[in-house]
């Protein structure tokens, strides 16, 4: 009787204790000995949010006013409506007294001797839902502890099956870049899907080697990166193709954390024993074929989806296209990109040409990274003053013979070069363009793939983390420590 007794003592106290926990929550702070926490958004934009206990013991709170709304019994349905300004909720599609300010929040009732769960869109999850009023909508979010948030990232991320110790590099990297993000925002800090990092809820902690995962955020619990005494945010990507890139080179600004190394262990994507559908080597290296009507076809989508998106600056309005030139020098500076990254691609064409700089490049193709060589069927190799230099277009080619200088082949749309192997009929104008690239993402920090290659190798997360985040030195500026709130 006791317990019980204990149990309805502790509801009739618990929604002002609980709102002052989820409002420090909500503001990205939180109270000496408090788990650190970090807001997911689950959804955006929506009507109507439809959730479910699973398991354990919840309290449904207005947070205008700190009052309890119900206690959700498991597996029954929940709504919470928008009705303009406000919210109303529903119990197995049945109104409950309203409206409500809110937000309306979802929260665990500790003490349970199973995980307090709740489902969402048919994933389930650990701690708090927090259901908010836009204009535009209602944004669902999930409030958890950032260790359990980890629980459900580092195996999404960097796959269940990569040895404990890249598991460990991965926790440590993930754990640095959500709380760097902590507070970014004041909906919330980090979403479900790679625009951050993916979060899979507690689905993910039940998949098959999934204990791994679990072990690898235990063992390194609260452990974050710093670099000469600040937080590093911690990006990482799936596979540099054997080196990765500074920042300045992909994005905008130097980053003293984020610089060139080389990843050789990258080709592990290649040597892993499971492929399926070419699927890991493909991340390592790729290639990419278009044929004339393929290409006008991808740039007449990628023009549609940006003006959709109201996004004119990116439109390619360069007639037929008669050549891609690519530069791979570094932000203000003639010297190449460590890596070998394309910096510049200019599409060219009967109308004028389009630019697009840096991990810009990526999306206009739908390319796996930047580390990548253009070829045209069209390409022939000649000698001049320089020594050997591409032509991509034979349309331009002038030959000298008996009549003089001429159009190779004149008006006609092939002609013949001879080469080392012998006479061969190539069009003026490219019919194929082919990308060969290596790398999978935009190349810089921790490659995943790199870092699973090293596991294999024998080096641990500290040292995997120390090489992509400080070049392997051991100077003291990058350091993994505990979490300083």
Not at 306 to 316: D, F, I, M, P, R
Not at 468 to 483: A, C, I, K, M
Request: contains cysteine; glycine residues 12%; neutral net charge.
């Amino acid at each position: 009787m006791r317990g019980e007794k204990l149990k309805n003592c502790f509801c009739q106290y618990i929604p002002v204790a609980i709102l002052l926990l989820i409002l420090v929550s909500l503001t990205g702070q939180a109270l000496a000995g408090e788990p650190v926490t970090i807001r997911v958004g689950l959804a955006t934009g929506l009507s109507q949010a439809d959730f479910r206990v699973m398991s354990g013991s919840y309290q449904l709170i207005d947070g205008a006013t700190g009052l309890p709304i119900g206690q959700p019994a498991v597996g029954e349905k929940w709504s919470v409506l928008k009705e303009g300004p406000v919210l109303r909720v529903a119990r197995e599609d049945n109104y409950l007294p309203g409206p409500y300010a809110g937000p309306v929040l979802l929260s665990p009732v500790e003490g349970n001797s199973e995980p307090n769960l709740f489902r969402f869109k048919n994933v389930r999850y650990r701690g708090t839902l927090s259901v908010q009023n836009e204009p535009a909508g209602l944004v669902v979010i999930n409030v958890l502890d950032v260790e359990h948030y980890l629980y459900g990232v580092v195996g999404k991320e960097m796959g269940n099956t990569a040895g404990l110790e890249a598991l460990k590099a991965q926790a440590v990297v993930s754990r640095s870049y959500a709380l760097s993000l902590r507070g970014s925002s004041t909906r919330y800090d980090v979403s479900t899907d790679t625009s951050t990092q993916v979060y899979g809820g507690y689905e993910a902690e039940t998949t098959p080697g999934s204990e791994r995962v679990l072990q690898a955020v235990d063992e390194t619990a609260g452990q974050v990166l710093y670099f000469d005494g600040q937080l590093v945010r911690a990006f990482f990507h799936a596979n540099a193709g054997g080196y990765t890139e500074n920042a300045e080179n992909i994005w905008s600004s130097p980053v003293p954390y984020i610089k060139a190394v080389p990843s050789p262990q990258d080709d592990w994507a290649q040597r892993y024993p499971v492929q399926v559908e070419g699927w890991p080597a493909n991340t390592f290296q790729w290639i990419k074929v278009f044929s004339r009507s393929q290409l006008a076809d991808r740039l007449r989508s990628w023009n549609e989806k940006n003006t959709s998106a109201g996004k004119t600056e990116n439109l390619v309005e360069v007639g037929s296209v008669l050549d891609i030139l690519v530069s791979k020098n570094q932000r203000d500076s003639s010297l190449p990109t460590a890596s070998g990254r394309v910096t510049q691609l200019d599409i060219v064409g009967t109308q004028g040409s389009k630019s697009f700089f840096r991990d810009g490049i990526r999306p206009v193709f739908d390319l796996r990274s930047t580390l990548f060589e253009v070829e045209m069927d069209s390409t022939v190799w000649v000698m001049g003053p320089e020594g050997k230099v591409s032509w991509n277009r034979g349309d331009e080619l002038l030959v000298a013979g008996a009549a003089g200088v001429t159009l190779a082949n004149g008006a006609m749309p092939r002609y013949e070069a001879l080469g080392p192997e012998g006479a061969r009929s190539l069009p003026k104008l490219f019919e194929t363009l082919t990308f060969k690239g290596r790398g999978y993402g935009h190349g810089l920090g921790m490659s995943q793939w790199g870092a699973r290659g090293m596991a294999e190798m024998g080096y641990n997360y500290q040292q995997i983390v120390q090489h992509y985040y400080n070049g392997g030195n051991s100077d003291g500026r990058l350091t993994v420590e505990p979490f300083k709130q």
